[in-house]
Protein backbone atom coordinates (compact mmCIF):
# COMPACT_ATOMS: atom_id res chain seq x y z
CA UNK A 1 0.00 0.00 0.00
CA UNK A 2 1.35 3.42 -1.02
CA UNK A 3 2.18 6.09 1.74
CA UNK A 4 -0.53 8.59 2.00
CA UNK A 5 0.65 12.12 3.07
CA UNK A 6 -1.71 15.30 4.46
CA UNK A 7 -0.67 18.29 4.13
CA UNK A 8 -2.05 20.81 7.05
CA UNK A 9 -2.22 24.34 5.65
CA UNK A 10 -2.51 27.20 8.00
CA UNK A 11 -4.57 29.03 5.73
CA UNK A 12 -6.73 26.02 5.69
CA UNK A 13 -10.71 26.75 5.55
CA UNK A 14 -11.79 23.80 7.69
CA UNK A 15 -10.12 24.34 10.39
CA UNK A 16 -11.45 28.45 11.26
CA UNK A 17 -14.85 26.84 10.26
CA UNK A 18 -14.32 24.24 13.44
CA UNK A 19 -12.71 26.41 15.36
CA UNK A 20 -16.15 28.25 15.00
CA UNK A 21 -18.20 25.82 15.67
CA UNK A 22 -16.59 24.58 18.69
CA UNK A 23 -16.80 28.45 19.76
CA UNK A 24 -20.71 28.05 18.55
CA UNK A 25 -21.46 25.00 21.03
CA UNK A 26 -19.98 26.28 23.79
CA UNK A 27 -22.29 29.34 23.33
CA UNK A 28 -24.88 27.26 22.98
CA UNK A 29 -24.37 25.10 26.04
CA UNK A 30 -23.73 28.21 28.14
CA UNK A 31 -27.24 29.69 26.97
CA UNK A 32 -28.89 26.44 27.59
CA UNK A 33 -26.82 26.29 31.45
CA UNK A 34 -28.12 30.04 32.03
CA UNK A 35 -31.62 29.63 31.50
CA UNK A 36 -31.59 26.04 33.09
CA UNK A 37 -30.04 28.06 36.26
CA UNK A 38 -31.63 31.27 36.11
CA UNK A 39 -33.85 30.97 39.26
CA UNK A 40 -30.60 30.40 41.26
CA UNK A 41 -28.21 32.75 39.64
CA UNK A 42 -30.72 35.76 39.81
CA UNK A 43 -31.28 35.30 43.45
CA UNK A 44 -27.47 34.94 44.14
CA UNK A 45 -26.50 37.04 47.00
CA UNK A 46 -23.39 38.12 45.42
CA UNK A 47 -24.99 39.43 42.34
CA UNK A 48 -26.98 42.09 44.56
CA UNK A 49 -24.78 42.95 47.29
CA UNK A 50 -22.07 43.60 44.59
CA UNK A 51 -24.69 45.53 42.65
CA UNK A 52 -24.56 43.86 39.45
CA UNK A 53 -20.81 44.17 39.18
CA UNK A 54 -19.86 40.73 38.91
CA UNK A 55 -18.89 37.64 36.96
CA UNK A 56 -20.99 34.73 37.73
CA UNK A 57 -20.14 31.09 37.81
CA UNK A 58 -22.35 28.81 36.36
CA UNK A 59 -22.51 25.15 36.16
CA UNK A 60 -22.33 22.90 33.13
CA UNK A 61 -22.62 19.47 32.34
CA UNK A 62 -20.17 18.07 30.68
CA UNK A 63 -20.52 15.83 27.41
CA UNK A 64 -18.97 12.41 28.37
CA UNK A 65 -17.39 10.29 25.56
CA UNK A 66 -18.92 6.79 24.83
CA UNK A 67 -16.60 3.60 25.65
CA UNK A 68 -16.65 0.23 26.90
CA UNK A 69 -17.55 -0.58 30.45
CA UNK A 70 -16.73 -3.50 32.69
CA UNK A 71 -18.61 -5.41 34.73
CA UNK A 72 -16.48 -5.43 37.93
CA UNK A 73 -18.52 -6.66 40.30
CA UNK A 74 -18.62 -10.17 38.79
CA UNK A 75 -22.22 -9.83 39.13
CA UNK A 76 -24.86 -12.25 36.88
CA UNK A 77 -25.80 -10.57 34.20
CA UNK A 78 -28.50 -11.18 31.93
CA UNK A 79 -27.72 -13.08 28.11
CA UNK A 80 -30.12 -13.66 25.06
CA UNK A 81 -31.97 -16.46 24.39
CA UNK A 82 -35.89 -18.07 24.62
CA UNK A 83 -37.71 -16.95 27.16
CA UNK A 84 -40.93 -14.86 28.40
CA UNK A 85 -39.28 -11.11 28.94
CA UNK A 86 -41.20 -8.66 27.46
CA UNK A 87 -39.88 -5.20 26.03
CA UNK A 88 -39.39 -2.36 29.05
CA UNK A 89 -38.27 -5.80 31.72
CA UNK A 90 -35.42 -5.16 34.26
CA UNK A 91 -33.35 -8.12 33.27
CA UNK A 92 -30.18 -7.38 35.55
CA UNK A 93 -28.85 -4.98 38.09
CA UNK A 94 -25.19 -3.70 37.88
CA UNK A 95 -24.21 -3.45 42.13
CA UNK A 96 -26.50 -2.65 44.71
CA UNK A 97 -30.20 -2.25 44.94
CA UNK A 98 -30.44 1.85 44.28
CA UNK A 99 -28.14 3.67 42.36
CA UNK A 100 -30.38 6.93 42.27
CA UNK A 101 -28.92 10.11 43.61
CA UNK A 102 -25.88 7.94 45.59
CA UNK A 103 -28.66 6.77 48.08
CA UNK A 104 -28.13 2.63 48.61
CA UNK A 105 -26.54 0.29 51.17
CA UNK A 106 -23.60 2.31 52.51
CA UNK A 107 -21.42 4.42 50.12
CA UNK A 108 -21.47 4.19 47.02
CA UNK A 109 -18.48 3.21 43.92
CA UNK A 110 -19.98 5.08 41.02
CA UNK A 111 -18.92 7.72 39.16
CA UNK A 112 -20.39 11.33 39.60
CA UNK A 113 -21.53 13.39 36.54
CA UNK A 114 -18.69 15.89 35.57
CA UNK A 115 -19.70 19.29 35.88
CA UNK A 116 -17.52 22.53 34.80
CA UNK A 117 -17.88 26.10 35.55
CA UNK A 118 -18.43 29.00 33.19
CA UNK A 119 -17.48 32.40 34.12
CA UNK A 120 -20.50 34.29 32.49
CA UNK A 121 -20.83 37.85 32.58
CA UNK A 122 -23.70 39.89 34.30
CA UNK A 123 -24.70 40.83 30.97
CA UNK A 124 -25.62 37.14 29.50
CA UNK A 125 -27.84 36.68 32.71
CA UNK A 126 -29.61 39.59 31.74
CA UNK A 127 -30.17 38.85 27.98
CA UNK A 128 -31.44 35.46 28.97
CA UNK A 129 -33.60 37.22 31.23
CA UNK A 130 -35.30 39.77 29.83
CA UNK A 131 -35.73 38.21 27.09
CA UNK A 132 -38.76 36.80 29.11
CA UNK A 133 -39.99 40.03 30.48
CA UNK A 134 -41.85 43.27 29.61
CA UNK A 135 -44.29 45.55 30.46
CA UNK A 136 -47.74 44.63 30.09
CA UNK A 137 -50.87 45.82 28.52
CA UNK A 138 -48.03 48.72 27.19
CA UNK A 139 -50.53 51.56 25.36
CA UNK A 140 -50.03 54.97 23.94
CA UNK A 141 -51.26 57.03 26.54
CA UNK A 142 -52.35 60.53 24.18
CA UNK A 143 -51.19 62.35 21.38
CA UNK A 144 -48.22 63.98 22.85
CA UNK A 145 -46.44 60.63 22.80
CA UNK A 146 -42.59 60.71 23.50
CA UNK A 147 -40.21 59.69 20.28
CA UNK A 148 -37.29 57.77 20.82
CA UNK A 149 -34.02 57.39 18.57
CA UNK A 150 -32.55 54.24 17.70
CA UNK A 151 -30.29 53.33 14.81
CA UNK A 152 -30.77 50.73 11.81
CA UNK A 153 -28.05 49.70 8.72
CA UNK A 154 -30.57 50.53 5.93
CA UNK A 155 -27.48 51.01 2.98
CA UNK A 156 -23.94 49.14 1.92
CA UNK A 157 -21.32 51.53 0.49
CA UNK A 158 -18.26 51.24 -0.91
CA UNK A 159 -16.41 53.84 1.11
CA UNK A 160 -16.80 54.08 4.63
CA UNK A 161 -15.26 53.80 8.54
CA UNK A 162 -13.52 50.25 9.34
CA UNK A 163 -15.59 49.64 12.28
CA UNK A 164 -18.62 49.47 10.02
CA UNK A 165 -17.11 46.80 7.20
CA UNK A 166 -19.44 44.44 6.32
CA UNK A 167 -17.55 41.09 6.52
CA UNK A 168 -20.07 39.30 4.72
CA UNK A 169 -20.36 41.30 1.70
CA UNK A 170 -17.34 41.65 1.79
CA UNK A 171 -16.01 38.06 1.81
CA UNK A 172 -18.26 37.42 -0.84
CA UNK A 173 -16.96 40.65 -3.18
CA UNK A 174 -13.53 39.01 -3.44
CA UNK A 175 -14.96 35.44 -4.06
CA UNK A 176 -16.52 36.94 -7.17
CA UNK A 177 -14.04 39.34 -8.31
CA UNK A 178 -11.56 36.16 -8.24
CA UNK A 179 -13.58 34.01 -10.13
CA UNK A 180 -14.04 35.94 -13.08
CA UNK A 181 -10.61 37.29 -12.92
CA UNK A 182 -9.26 33.75 -12.21
CA UNK A 183 -6.51 35.14 -9.63
CA UNK A 184 -5.55 33.83 -6.15
CA UNK A 185 -8.65 34.56 -3.52
CA UNK A 186 -7.54 37.52 -1.13
CA UNK A 187 -9.57 40.26 -0.07
CA UNK A 188 -8.40 43.81 -2.23
CA UNK A 189 -9.17 47.55 -1.05
CA UNK A 190 -11.74 47.41 -3.97
CA UNK A 191 -13.82 44.61 -2.49
CA UNK A 192 -14.85 46.39 1.08
CA UNK A 193 -18.09 46.94 1.74
CA UNK A 194 -19.33 49.16 4.35
CA UNK A 195 -22.57 49.15 6.11
CA UNK A 196 -24.02 52.85 6.37
CA UNK A 197 -26.87 53.58 9.38
CA UNK A 198 -29.12 56.24 10.07
CA UNK A 199 -31.22 57.43 13.27
CA UNK A 200 -34.89 56.05 12.68
CA UNK A 201 -37.42 57.88 15.76
CA UNK A 202 -40.28 55.25 16.93
CA UNK A 203 -43.04 56.55 18.52
CA UNK A 204 -42.89 55.66 22.70
CA UNK A 205 -45.53 55.85 25.67
CA UNK A 206 -44.73 56.83 29.20
CA UNK A 207 -44.83 54.38 31.99
CA UNK A 208 -44.13 54.71 35.72
CA UNK A 209 -43.42 51.94 38.12
CA UNK A 210 -44.16 52.51 41.58
CA UNK A 211 -42.14 49.97 43.95
CA UNK A 212 -44.15 49.89 47.38
CA UNK A 213 -42.34 47.40 49.89
CA UNK A 214 -43.19 46.82 53.83
CA UNK A 215 -40.00 48.15 55.79
CA UNK A 216 -41.62 47.47 59.01
CA UNK A 217 -40.71 45.28 62.54
CA UNK A 218 -42.27 42.12 60.61
CA UNK A 219 -39.98 41.84 57.94
CA UNK A 220 -37.14 40.16 58.65
CA UNK A 221 -33.58 39.56 56.65
CA UNK A 222 -35.36 36.57 54.73
CA UNK A 223 -38.07 38.81 53.57
CA UNK A 224 -36.45 41.79 52.53
CA UNK A 225 -33.59 40.20 50.59
CA UNK A 226 -36.50 38.96 48.52
CA UNK A 227 -38.48 41.86 47.91
CA UNK A 228 -34.91 43.71 46.83
CA UNK A 229 -33.88 41.02 45.12
CA UNK A 230 -37.09 41.51 42.82
CA UNK A 231 -36.48 45.18 42.60
CA UNK A 232 -32.90 45.08 41.84
CA UNK A 233 -33.59 43.22 38.51
CA UNK A 234 -36.87 44.74 38.02
CA UNK A 235 -35.21 47.97 37.96
CA UNK A 236 -32.10 46.93 35.73
CA UNK A 237 -34.61 45.32 33.13
CA UNK A 238 -37.14 48.60 33.02
CA UNK A 239 -33.92 50.63 32.54
CA UNK A 240 -32.13 48.30 29.60
CA UNK A 241 -35.70 47.82 27.64
CA UNK A 242 -37.39 50.88 27.65
CA UNK A 243 -36.36 54.34 27.55
CA UNK A 244 -39.70 56.20 29.29
CA UNK A 245 -40.07 54.27 32.65
CA UNK A 246 -39.95 56.18 35.68
CA UNK A 247 -39.45 54.47 38.65
CA UNK A 248 -40.38 55.81 42.38
CA UNK A 249 -39.71 54.42 45.33
CA UNK A 250 -41.75 54.14 48.58
CA UNK A 251 -41.16 52.59 51.33
CA UNK A 252 -43.96 51.96 54.28
CA UNK A 253 -44.27 50.86 58.62
CA UNK A 254 -47.56 52.51 59.64
CA UNK A 255 -46.83 55.59 57.21
CA UNK A 256 -45.42 55.61 53.53
CA UNK A 257 -43.05 58.00 52.47
CA UNK A 258 -41.14 58.37 49.20
CA UNK A 259 -37.45 57.59 49.53
CA UNK A 260 -34.38 57.77 47.21
CA UNK A 261 -33.24 54.41 45.18
CA UNK A 262 -30.42 53.90 48.07
CA UNK A 263 -32.10 54.33 50.46
CA UNK A 264 -34.78 52.20 49.08
CA UNK A 265 -32.27 49.19 48.93
CA UNK A 266 -29.94 49.32 52.04
CA UNK A 267 -31.75 51.18 54.82
CA UNK A 268 -34.30 49.23 57.29
CA UNK A 269 -36.62 50.48 59.27
CA UNK A 270 -39.25 49.12 61.96
CA UNK A 271 -42.54 49.95 63.48
CA UNK A 272 -45.83 48.44 62.97
CA UNK A 273 -47.67 48.06 59.55
CA UNK A 274 -49.96 49.59 58.02
CA UNK A 275 -50.20 48.74 54.12
CA UNK A 276 -52.87 51.01 53.35
CA UNK A 277 -50.87 53.78 53.88
CA UNK A 278 -48.74 52.82 51.00
CA UNK A 279 -51.66 52.42 48.63
CA UNK A 280 -52.65 56.23 49.53
CA UNK A 281 -49.63 57.48 48.93
CA UNK A 282 -49.53 55.91 45.35
CA UNK A 283 -53.18 57.58 44.83
CA UNK A 284 -51.87 60.46 45.78
CA UNK A 285 -48.86 60.47 43.55
CA UNK A 286 -50.42 59.50 40.70
CA UNK A 287 -53.02 62.30 41.18
CA UNK A 288 -50.27 65.19 41.53
CA UNK A 289 -48.12 63.84 38.98
CA UNK A 290 -49.16 61.13 36.41
CA UNK A 291 -52.72 61.40 35.04
CA UNK A 292 -53.77 57.81 33.57
CA UNK A 293 -54.53 59.53 29.96
CA UNK A 294 -51.12 60.16 29.90
CA UNK A 295 -48.91 57.41 31.80
CA UNK A 296 -48.91 53.51 31.95
CA UNK A 297 -48.89 53.29 35.54
CA UNK A 298 -47.87 49.94 37.53
CA UNK A 299 -47.86 49.91 41.34
CA UNK A 300 -45.87 47.34 42.97
CA UNK A 301 -46.27 46.02 46.36
CA UNK A 302 -43.99 43.74 48.57
CA UNK A 303 -45.38 42.84 52.05
CA UNK A 304 -44.91 39.72 54.49
CA UNK A 305 -48.90 39.75 54.89
CA UNK A 306 -48.77 40.85 58.50
CA UNK A 307 -50.75 43.76 58.38
CA UNK A 308 -53.37 45.34 60.87
CA UNK A 309 -56.46 43.08 60.49
CA UNK A 310 -58.80 46.37 61.12
CA UNK A 311 -57.03 47.68 57.61
CA UNK A 312 -57.77 45.26 55.22
CA UNK A 313 -60.40 46.60 54.43
CA UNK A 314 -59.53 49.56 52.75
CA UNK A 315 -56.50 47.87 51.43
CA UNK A 316 -59.02 46.36 49.53
CA UNK A 317 -61.16 49.50 48.08
CA UNK A 318 -57.74 51.33 47.76
CA UNK A 319 -56.00 48.82 45.42
CA UNK A 320 -59.75 48.78 43.24
CA UNK A 321 -59.14 52.28 43.00
CA UNK A 322 -55.59 51.76 41.71
CA UNK A 323 -56.51 48.94 39.78
CA UNK A 324 -58.91 51.22 37.67
CA UNK A 325 -56.03 53.93 37.31
CA UNK A 326 -53.31 51.09 35.97
CA UNK A 327 -52.52 48.54 33.51
CA UNK A 328 -51.24 46.06 36.41
CA UNK A 329 -51.15 46.04 39.88
CA UNK A 330 -48.94 43.24 41.26
CA UNK A 331 -48.75 42.42 45.28
CA UNK A 332 -46.22 39.66 46.06
CA UNK A 333 -46.09 38.20 49.62
CA UNK A 334 -43.20 36.55 51.23
CA UNK A 335 -44.37 33.87 53.31
CA UNK A 336 -41.82 31.78 53.69
CA UNK A 337 -43.54 29.42 56.53
CA UNK A 338 -46.98 29.52 55.14
CA UNK A 339 -48.20 31.81 57.83
CA UNK A 340 -52.01 32.37 57.44
CA UNK A 341 -52.22 36.13 55.75
CA UNK A 342 -55.37 38.12 56.59
CA UNK A 343 -54.33 40.32 53.72
CA UNK A 344 -54.70 37.96 51.40
CA UNK A 345 -57.06 36.32 52.17
CA UNK A 346 -59.03 39.92 51.75
CA UNK A 347 -57.20 40.17 48.16
CA UNK A 348 -59.31 36.85 46.89
CA UNK A 349 -61.95 38.70 46.82
CA UNK A 350 -60.84 41.24 44.66
CA UNK A 351 -62.02 40.94 41.67
CA UNK A 352 -59.85 43.15 39.04
CA UNK A 353 -58.38 41.87 35.51
CA UNK A 354 -55.18 44.10 36.07
CA UNK A 355 -54.62 42.61 39.62
CA UNK A 356 -51.95 40.28 40.12
CA UNK A 357 -50.76 38.39 43.15
CA UNK A 358 -47.40 36.31 44.60
CA UNK A 359 -46.58 33.91 47.14
CA UNK A 360 -42.59 33.77 47.66
CA UNK A 361 -41.50 30.70 49.92
CA UNK A 362 -37.98 30.34 49.02
CA UNK A 363 -35.19 32.83 46.86
CA UNK A 364 -36.26 31.10 43.63
CA UNK A 365 -39.66 31.79 43.60
CA UNK A 366 -38.12 35.57 42.83
CA UNK A 367 -37.89 34.48 39.22
CA UNK A 368 -41.39 33.22 38.93
CA UNK A 369 -42.94 36.35 40.07
CA UNK A 370 -40.91 38.53 38.27
CA UNK A 371 -42.31 36.22 35.04
CA UNK A 372 -46.01 36.76 36.66
CA UNK A 373 -45.90 40.29 36.77
CA UNK A 374 -43.87 41.16 33.56
CA UNK A 375 -46.07 39.66 31.16
CA UNK A 376 -48.57 39.64 28.48
CA UNK A 377 -50.15 36.94 29.65
CA UNK A 378 -51.50 36.50 33.39
CA UNK A 379 -50.43 34.27 35.68
CA UNK A 380 -50.87 33.81 38.95
CA UNK A 381 -47.93 32.06 41.30
CA UNK A 382 -48.53 30.21 44.33
CA UNK A 383 -46.17 28.04 46.67
CA UNK A 384 -46.07 24.16 45.69
Known amino acids: M ?3 QFTLDKEDWSL ?13 KVKEAIKENLPEIISDEGIILSDGRKVIKIPMRSLEEYRFRYNFNKGQQAGSGEGDS ?3 DVVARDGGEDKQGGKGQGAGDEPGADYLEADVALEEVEQALFEELELPNLVPKSEDNLVTADIEFRDVRKKGLMGNVDK ?7 IRRSSRQGTEQRILPDDLRFKTWEEVKHPDS ?11 GSMGLFEKYCARTFFFWMTRFLRTKYDNVQIRYVAHHTQAKEVSEDHFFNRGESGGTICSSAYDFALQLIAKEYPSAQYNIYPIHFSD ?32 YGRSSTLMGAFEKLDKPQFRRSVIRTRTDVYQTLKAFFSSRQSEVKPA
Open 86 to 88: QVG
Open 305 to 336: GDNLTSDNRRCTELVGQLCDLSQMFGYAEVNQ
Open 16 to 28: HRKGHQDQERHRD
Open 2 to 4: ADV
Open 206 to 216: NAVVIAMMDTS
Open 168 to 174: KRTLLES
